[in-house]
């Protein structure tokens, strides 16, 4: 009769141990579930605007607005500047970094048209350029109404090039054209004036 009576109390037991176990499992896999469709509710990530690219704005020692050229259609918003300013100066970044490393696969990203052709050419030619910018000072001269195009000029911008052991520091204005393709802000044309 004892042994009757602990088979109940062992059944039990492994019950109570069960419940137990299942309790956090169970409790996880509501979490995990509600967690899933919360994301479903939230809306695009703010980096998807990007396309996956941070929004970079540049020291002000190394690039700004400065004040517009005349009427230049429709105003640009804060933020469409900031997103203009960020792209045109990891254009700079990536023209700088291809120098350095020779790859040139991320040109593409913020250069297009005959700006990217003559960017990828100079790296392909110029493999011991090393080169550095700053102070920018950007002016705009146009934007669109459909805000796809950006026309503005870079003022007193800092070049120092280095090219077989010499250092060149010069100074250059730059008129720039910069297009809105499929989210990303491109330099698309870009004329440099030595000074």
Sequence with gaps: MA??????????????????????????FLG????????????????????GNELVLPEMDQARW???VGDVGRNPSISQREEMISAYWLAWEALMRSYQTGLTSNLVTYWAG????????????????????????????????????????AYNLE????LSNTTYNLSANASIMMTLDNGYWRIRTIVIHFQ
């Design 32 to 51: 995990i579930f509600s967690e899933t469709i919360a994301s479903f509710q939230q809306g695009a990530d703010p980096a998807s605007i990007f396309n």
């Design 114 to 153: 005959s700006a990217y052709e003559n960017a990828l050419k100079s790296v392909e030619d110029n493999p011991k350029r090393r080169l550095e910018t700053n102070n920018h000072q950007l002016s705009l001269e146009f934007f669109s109404d459909d805000g796809t195009i950006a026309l503005f000029t």
């Design 66 to 68: 400065i004040a517009d």
């Design 3 to 28: 042994v009757d009576m602990k088979k109940p109390l062992v059944k039990f037991g492994i019950f109570v141990i069960g419940v137990f176990l299942l309790i956090p499992l169970g409790l996880l």
């Design 159 to 162: 070049w120092i090039q280095t």
